[in-house]
C-alpha cells in the first residue's frame, strides 16, 4: 500500500488552518452561547419554550458554517482519475446585489478517482471563470492526483509531467522546481518513499 509523504511544510500549513477554523468556531460559539445565557430570555420572550430552544440550536449552528468547520472531514488519498464532470452555472463577481456587469460563466468541475482499494470517490476538483485558459487545461482522464488532508488543490504526479500544481495554492510550476514559485511551499510530494520523477508503478 503506497503512502502519501506529506512534507514538514505543508503539514504545519495545514495544522495551522485547522487550529484557526477550530479557534474561530469556538470563538463564535461562546459568544452566541454568552449573548444566548444573558439576553435569550429578554430578546426572545414572546416565543414558547419549544420555539427558543429551535431559535437556540440554529444561532449555535451558524459558527460552523461561517467557519468551515465541516472541512475538516477530509481524507489524503491518490488515485486515477476515471471521469471528470463539469458543469456551468452563472454566478457574479458580488454575492450582494450583483449587476448585468458582474455576471459570469461559472465552471464547477467534479472529479471522479479511483482509489488504491478499488472505490471511486466524487471530489469537487475547482470553481473557475469558464474559459481556455483555466484550471482544467491541467488535468485529464487517466491522470494519477493526490490530495494532502486540508489543501485545497490536486495534484497530478504521472511520470513525465512537465507541469506540477502547487497543492496550495494552485500555481502550475515546471516540474523540475522544488517549491512553487508563487507560495513557496513543497512542490513535489513523495509516495511512499521514493520520488515522484522516478516513480515506476503502475497506471
Ligand atoms: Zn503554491
Redesign the pocket.
Same mark, same amino acid.
Given at each position: 500500500m503506497k503512502e502519501i509523504i506529506i512534507p514538514a511544510d505543508i503539514k504545519e500549513y495545514v495544522n495551522k488552518k485547522v487550529f484557526k477554523k477550530i479557534s474561530l468556531w469556538l470563538i463564535m460559539t461562546i459568544a452566541i452561547t454568552l449573548l444566548i445565557v444573558f439576553f435569550g430570555d429578554t430578546f426572545f420572550s414572546r416565543l414558547n419554550n419549544t420555539v427558543k430552544i429551535g431559535v437556540y440550536v440554529l444561532l449555535l449552528i451558524i459558527p460552523v458554517y461561517i467557519s468551515k468547520l465541516y472541512d475538516l472531514k477530509d481524507n489524503s488519498f491518490y488515485g486515477l482519475i476515471t471521469k471528470i464532470e463539469v458543469k456551468n452555472t452563472v454566478d457574479s463577481e458580488r454575492g450582494f446585489r450583483p449587476t448585468i456587469e458582474t455576471l459570469y460563466r461559472k465552471e464547477t468541475v467534479y472529479f471522479y478517482i479511483k482509489l488504491k482499494n478499488g472505490k471511486t470517490i466524487k471530489r469537487k476538483a475547482f470553481e473557475q471563470h469558464a474559459n481556455n485558459n483555466n484550471m482544467s487545461k491541467y488535468y485529464s482522464v487517466g491522470d494519477r492526483v493526490l490530495h494532502i488532508y486540508g489543501t485545497d488543490y490536486l495534484q497530478i504526479i504521472n511520470k513525465n509531467v512537465d507541469k506540477k500544481i #502547487?497543492v496550495? $495554492?494552485g500555481?502550475s510550476n515546471p516540474a523540475a522546481n522544488d517549491s $512553487?514559485a508563487? #507560495?513557496r511551499?513543497t512542490l513535489n510530494i513523495r509516495i511512499d518513499g521514493p520520488p515522484i520523477g522516478g516513480d515506476t508503478s503502475e497506471r
Open positions: #502547487c496550495i $495554492c500555481t $512553487c508563487f #507560495c511551499h
